[in-house]
């Protein structure tokens, strides 16, 4: 019988980490965690493709293409892996949340430096989304910002309360359970308390 899990994702700059969460909703689960790179660690520029070696903006075009192409088959290769030994071992997996820092457009911003930042959030989301969706897995962007008052008002809960909730969940799986590994799993059970969506 397969289970019902959801893929919280929160984003890096060249990888993200991943937290499956298993329902119900009411009382959900830690079943795994674990990070997944978005970059080659082969190649250290694709962990910051709009950056130069002098840490300022990246302005040679081709060098920003093929670092991001580059970039993009990694995210491939990873998320598709990662979703395969999911369904493998018997998850039915629901979709998958991402948590960001921004998802502004970084056109839009007059610092170099900023937008290089930004450039490469944009990027890393970007890849791991259409990752996601070639394993047929319906995604969810949330910007960090609003992720506890979107989960509060969706899982009817305070945001304190979701908080203690997700250490608890932490504890419980064991090991360290950090910032990026909590927020990805609230992101992951705010999908998971959703209405079941086609997939694309």
Known sequence: MTRPAVIGFRVRSGWAVAVLVGGPATAPVVLDRRVVELSDPRIPATRQPYHADTGVEQRDRRTIMRLAAIVRRCARWSVGQLVREYRAAGYRLRGAALIVGSIGDPARITNPHVRAHASEGW?????????????TLPCTTIPERALFPQAAKALRRSASDIKRKVTVLGRLHGGTWRAEEKAA??????????????RP
């Open 185 to 198: 799993a609230v992101g992951a059970w705010l999908v998971l308390k959703a209405p079941t969506r086609t």
């Open 123 to 135: 990027l890393f989301r970007t890849a791991l989304e259409t990752a996601a969706r070639r394993c």
